[in-house]
């Protein structure tokens, strides 16, 4: 696959503003910006940007003032991906993606500082931005590599493995509870949460591996040349998934909040572990059905996905296919069971609701 930097022949660099209205100096020379343009002590535009990101509205618009040029933000989506066009002071148009960072000298970082990914187009229209914003490998919040690079990627470890004749896994990491930090305390210390669980997962991560972010609060390991043989890959995969539970048991400090997150882990080995096709689809699927086994054990800890996993989901479908109908063809009755008090006299009955299918037969409640 192509790079897309190579594609559109874009050069890139970081822009980072702080809170006080301070940058960094590196990315004047990767933009050519006058320096009169660059923003150093008006905090007004700062506030205005950080206030538009926590609302993530996408019909909101921000006026920013760099010297005597104004761009104007525009929003797309909730990931804080916002396309600046320049309005007549240079000819680049910007392409920017906002993610909040850590600041290492004070803990009230939560969205006051913001990292920001600043990409100078040269011939393209605006477009072709939105073209590449579409293709980019980048997840832009946590800035890991997205499910598209993931897909890629997966599937060449897969040929990598039966080329060279070894073993790797891939691991599928779900935050336990997630949506409680979203609904307790808004997306905006949710996505930040994401991003530092991103920050542990990369730094701690075996050389040679890759960690994906694929959608919300959903991170996936392909672990690379794990062993020669499948116990020998297993047991590494095993060491690598109680590290990953091990270095996300530690609070997550977020501004006022201290957070405790647990992953509930599918593992999949490949290229045969689980009996199965090991094309790159298979092999997610089979991590992903894991890693369910995984949370309905307790959460916190991780399975290895075993062929019978995809028969108990199998017939777990079926069953609810069948419950959507028994209502409506009256296969429910009731029955009484009787409660007894020591002296052994009936004192009251407990009703229960048994479900007998003509097809499936009688449905434990289990």
């Known amino acids: 696959m192509r790079d897309v930097h190579d594609e559109l022949k874009l050069k890139s660099c970081h822009l980072v503003i702080f809170s006080d209205g301070r940058d960094n100096e590196h990315y004047e020379s990767c933009v050519s910006l ?3 343009a660059l923003l150093k002590n008006n905090q007004q535009p700062v506030d205005d940007l950080v206030n538009h990101f926590k609302e993530f509205n996408e019909s909101m618009h921000v006026s920013i003032l ?24 240079f000819p680049e148009s ?3 993606t906002l993610t909040p960072v850590i600041s290492k000298l004070s803990k009230q970082y939560a969205l006051l ?20 914003e579409l293709q980019a490998k980048r997840d832009p919040l946590t800035n890991l590599p997205n499910r598209r690079e993931f897909r890629y990627s997966l599937s060449k470890e897969i040929s990598n493995t039966q080329r060279y004749d070894y073993y790797g896994a891939l691991m599928y990491i779900d935050l336990d509870n997630f949506k409680n930090v979203n609904d307790s305390l808004g997306h905006s210390i949710g996505d930040i949460l994401l991003t530092l669980v991103a920050q542990r997962l990369t730094e701690h991560a075996r050389g040679g591996d890759s960690v994906f972010r694929i959608g919300g609060d959903e991170f996936v390991y392909i672990l690379s040349n794990i062993g020669a043989t499948i116990d020998e890959a297993i047991h590494t995969a095993k060491i690598v998934a109680n590290r ?3 270095i996300l048991a530690q609070p997550i400090e977020i501004g006022e909040y201290s957070l405790h997150v647990t992953p509930s882990i599918g593992i999949a080995m490949f290229p045969d572990g ?3 096709s090991s094309d790159s689809e298979n092999i997610l ?3 992903d059905t894991a890693m369910y086994r995984a949370k309905q054990q307790g959460r916190n800890g991780y399975e290895f996905f075993d062929p019978e996993m995809h028969v108990e989901a199998s017939k777990r479908l079926i069953i609810e296919d069948y419950l959507r109908k028994a209502l409506k063809n009256s296969e429910f009755s009731l029955v009484y069971q009787p409660i007894v008090n020591t002296d052994e006299q009936i004192i009251g009955a407990e009703t229960l609701v048994r479900w007998n299918s003509p097809t499936l037969g009688q449905i434990s409640p289990e």
């Open 34 to 36: 006058p320096d009169d």
């Open 285 to 287: 699927r089979q991590a």
């Open 274 to 276: 689980g009996g199965e």
């Open 66 to 89: 760099l010297g005597e040029s104004e761009l104007l933000c525009m929003a797309f989506g909730s990931q804080g991906v916002f396309i600046l066009e320049n309005s007549n002071s």
């Open 94 to 96: 910007l392409a920017v």
């Open 113 to 132: 500082e913001q990292r920001s990914e600043l990409i100078r187009q040269e011939v393209l229209n605006k477009d072709t931005q939105l073209t590449y």
């Open 244 to 246: 990953v539970i091990e």
